[in-house]
Nanobody, 113 residues
Framework: QVQLVESGGGLVQAGGSLRLSCIAS????????MGWYRQAPGKQRELVATISSGGTNYADSVKGRFTISRDNAKNTVYLQMNSLKPEDTAVYFC????????WGQGTQVTVSS
């Protein structure tokens, strides 16, 4: 059984940085896309960034500040978040698609002003 586990969230001041990690346990035959999404209180879940063999894709709100990367050998995806803003506060979820399609449980990111 595959599980996605996020880590790296926390409390940071505006302008600071955090690095999120998402590791998949269990066997995955192939992965098409790895991605990060976030959900702020009272808002819908939104795409932050995705990475696939075709490249990367970012929400306009994070372009130039966030970088998504992956380690295929470790079935791991990362999200480097720099120049964080209070509006980045949310629960961040990772998602894999391919032979396995699922979500992690989320990690809280809180940015104080």
């Amino acid at each position: 059984q595959v599980q996605l586990v996020e880590s790296g969230g926390g409390l940071v001041q505006a302008g600071g940085s955090l690095r999120l990690s998402c590791i998949a346990s269990g066997f995955i035959k192939y992965i098409n896309t790895m991605g990060w999404y976030r959900q702020a209180p009272g808002k819908q879940r939104e795409l932050v960034a995705t990475i696939s063999s075709g490249g990367t894709n970012y929400a306009d709100s994070v372009k130039g500040r966030f970088t998504i990367s992956r380690d295929n050998a470790k079935n791991t995806v990362y999200l480097q978040m720099n120049s964080l803003k209070p509006e980045d506060t949310a629960v961040y979820f990772c998602r894999f698609t391919g032979s396995y399609d699922g979500w992690g449980q989320g990690t809280q990111v809180t940015v104080s002003s």
